[in-house]
């Protein structure tokens, strides 16, 4: 089979048709209606191999995941994503590979009804590109820059559960086989929290999506808009997998400074609680510090005391995603 | 400079501000509002250094190209281009080298008023990711998939220049200084055709851009479209530089085969030739060819006989390119 007759058969075909798509895989451009009154928001992400996940790692994991990290960032900005393409570079054309590296990427596009509408493969290291495309009415996008002195910090689900799976695969922990599988889930298969961040719409004072690590990209808030924090560890919200086979210092510090849960981090003003608490259950999001004037990020244990993190986020990869202009419309 | 400020430095300011980019670089995703009743073109495409340029290439003239092939696409579906993402990765990084590819992306950007809007670095063998996305009126973009039989077939500029630049690169050709500079400047620097692609809107039946060579690249529209055609091949338009150092047969070689020139192929049907010779001046395309039933491509030469052409247009990556879906609305 032909490099032409695998993409044909594997990207071309059984992504999800979206009545938007007008022309898709196939000519020079792929050609797409917009709902009117909506604003376009475009992510892009590169996931390498032995970077941004471990050798070895499944095909249909590596696809899965790489539409998750795009998504996530949607997610962040609480758009509603709609169309990809894909940029897939690899050593060399397996049969098997491609197969199920498209079945992952193609399971979570069916999940929420993303397209693929065009692409290009090159022959290299293994590497994955996705650029999203998404939608959100005007004024509401999260963006970095609006925290505020005295908005309340705000995370969804647990922190660190992929920087655990990650050990456990380095063999820096052992862990019961269960416990294993869910913490390389986490790893593996991020869940890009878009109903969340759709929900913070118009209550959300500013978000991000964690894939450097807590502190690396909370602080990418506190510098975007000007402003430091408190965080309450007791109050980080850790899986039983953390509590039980970590010590407290090294479940904060996993909850703190790994990255790749993909959860967001968001900021709401005091005047929008209750509608956070009508948007969203209250098991879906737990409050861990507060904005404050003063700069920088300020980590204290339940006595009060300054916790200074073992493991900062690491830079992988400097991002394009450097020097925030602030947006000419505003949510608030 | 830490890689972080270069990327500040060269990425995130000094392209063009457009009005419609309400959030550029340096949040979790762009946020861009679109025109009302206009359609999105997208295109992605990738540039492997040894593959899709020369070792060697002048950094700022690798920018250039890396979006000049992705303004080709919107020139071949005949749309306005708008915004960009960048996704570079490199085996190092290097302040003179970023410093000049990102001038030599600028200037291009700056001619067709391109903003910059995000992007991903990694490390890794030279490789240019760019997506564009840009707009277009509704049921006027020129696919593949129009061509009927009756219609001429045209080409913009002169082929084979790059093809000829290339072969001078890797000495298989002497050319005096001046033209060899033109040659390499036609393969360094394609020009985009977006005012031809533009123009051609409601007029052209079908069209594509020239990367992988013209019998290659016709044939995409033949195969679309369902028909085969005939080529004339006295009257492929050369240049001085073929005409003067060059056999006949092989600037037919060099204009049907090599890539690169990043020409636009239409066709254009008899009805229209009259709209065609008032929207483009006579000088900015030539008629090759004519659309026929007999599927195929027949070159012919001056009496008549079928030329095969020695070097078909290589399939230097398979493009995610390859199943046209017929668009929903058309403009004939």
């Known amino acids: 089979m032909s490099e032409f007759d695998l993409i044909t058969r594997y990207f071309s075909q059984k992504f999800p048709k ?18 009117s009154d909506m604003q376009l928001a475009i992510a892009i992400d590169t996931l390498v191999e032995g970077i941004h996940f471990p050798n070895m790692t499944r095909p249909e994991d590596i696809g899965y995941k790489a539409l998750a990290v795009n998504l996530s960032d949607m997610a ?62 005007p004024n509401t996008a999260l963006t ?28 820096k922990v052992v862990l019961p086989h269960p416990v294993q599988q869910f913490v390389e889930s986490r790893l593996h298969r991020p869940t890009p929290r878009l109903h969340e961040g759709q929900a ?13 690590g807590l502190v690396a990209d909370l602080e ?12 309450q560890l007791e109050r980080l919200p850790l899986s039983r ?30 005047s929008q609680e209750d509608a956070l608490k009508n948007a969203l259950s209250a098991d879906a999001y737990t409050r861990i510090g507060t904005i404050e004037s003063h700069h920088g990020l300020r980590c204290r244990d339940h006595n009060g005391r300054i916790f200074i993190p073992k493991q900062q986020g690491y830079q992988h990869f400097v991002k394009l995603k450097v020097s925030p202009r602030k947006p000419r419309s505003r949510s608030r």
Chains 1, 2 share one sequence.
């Open 76 to 137: 962040a900005m609480g758009a509603n994503p709609a169309w990809m393409t894909l940029v897939l570079t690899c050593p060399e054309t397996n049969d098997v590979w491609l197969s199920k590296f498209s079945q992952g990427l193609r399971e979570l596009a069916e999940i929420h009804n993303v397209s693929l509408i065009g692409g290009d493969t090159t022959a290299g290291p293994l590497t994955i590109t996705v650029q999203i495309t998404g939608f959100i009415p």
């Open 220 to 231: 990418h808030i506190l510098t975007a808009s000007g402003v430091g924090a408190s965080l």
């Open 144 to 171: 970095r820059s609006g925290a505020q002195v005295g908005d309340g910090i705000f995370v969804t689900g647990t922190l660190g559960d992929a920087g655990l799976g990650l050990a456990a695969l380095q063999k």
């Open 200 to 212: 913070l719409r118009g209550i959300g004072s500013s978000a991000i999506d964690i894939s450097d």
């Open 18 to 35: 979206r009545d938007d798509v007008i022309l898709g895989i196939g000519d020079d451009a792929a050609l797409c209606t917009i709902p």
């Open 241 to 270: 997998a953390l509590r039980d086979y970590l010590s407290l210092e090294s479940a904060w510090n996993f909850a703190l400074g790994s990255g790749d849960d993909y959860e967001l981090c968001f900021t709401v003003p005091p």
